[in-house]
């Protein structure tokens, strides 16, 4: 797909007042900055704004300051990195993979599991440090200012956890005998897809409404610490839930190749998942913490 042809895509995310406005300004300055992951991400947040504040000036790109946007990377990456771990704790719960760390069977594969159970709990509590204090000023700036499209902003993340963790209960509820390949296959995407759209709305609402907040940039600084704490928990989950798959390969490949994966479905294939989404937001995190060290506030 050409540029021109991803360019003008994004743009039809914008209101129409907003294109006749802004349109050719818009074009020229993805040409001066190219089209990447981090600049789709800006347009995604400012197109949302756009609708939210029709009378907001255009700032593209990057709309976001640049401190703000690399820890708002982390928090989606780590965002996705949870629900990997979520489903890994899904794929271990029940018969045959939880005896296998929970009585020792495959020692290494019972180590693997704490260390996603241990790095998870260090990375949520680096997330919690840098993360609370923020929103709890976006909030109290929300309130002082009446913004309440800003308080909704805020909350869909709630809203669009408990609507993942409704459609999570939904399909893990549904009876699937082994022979049902097509209907896991596609209950697998269908949660997938609901974990996805989950992260997508809730990291757009949260960037809109920081973007919006007058609260002290130096508050992003403080976050900087925490925030490569919760990168290192990060770290330590992928790491070692593709450790325990490979444990679990060498220890008991009969399982490892049976169907005891996420709605049924192949357990290489859901470990293969998991490990892949973990590995590649957890690569993206550490770029961005590195690049922490250098923007200014």
Known sequence: MSKSLVAAGLLRLFPGTWRTRYGDEF??????TGISAGVALDV?????????????NMRLPHM????????????????????????????TEDPPLRPLYLDG?????GIAYNIVLISALVSLVGLLIAGVPIAAAIAID???????????????PVVAVLAWVGVT?????????????????????AWLGAGSLAVAVSCIAL?????????????????????????????GVTVALIAWGIALFVGDPYDFFGFSGLVATSTALS?????????AATLVALRSSVRLRREPV
């Open 142 to 156: 929300a309130f002082r200012r009446r913004r309440w499209s800003q308080v909704a902003l805020l909350a869909t």
């Open 271 to 279: 470990w293969g998942l998991l490990a892949t989404a973990a590995a």
């Open 27 to 32: 074009h020229e300055l993805l040409g001066q």
């Open 44 to 56: 995604l947040v400012c197109a949302m704004d756009a609708r939210l504040h029709p009378s907001t």
């Open 207 to 235: 960037a809109v409404a920081a973007r919006n907040s007058t609260i002290d940039a130096r508050m992003y600084r403080r976050a900087i610490n925490p925030a490569r704490i919760a990168v290192g928990g990060m770290v």
């Open 105 to 109: 069977v495959l020692p290494a594969s």
């Open 169 to 189: 209960a939904a399909i893990t509820g549904i009876p699937f005998s082994v022979a049902d390949d097509v209907p896991k296959t596609l209950m697998l995407g």
């Open 64 to 91: 976001l300051e640049r401190l703000r946007h690399q820890e708002l990377v982390i928090f989606v990456c780590w965002v996705i990195v949870a629900v990997a771990g979520s489903g890994f704790a899904k794929l």
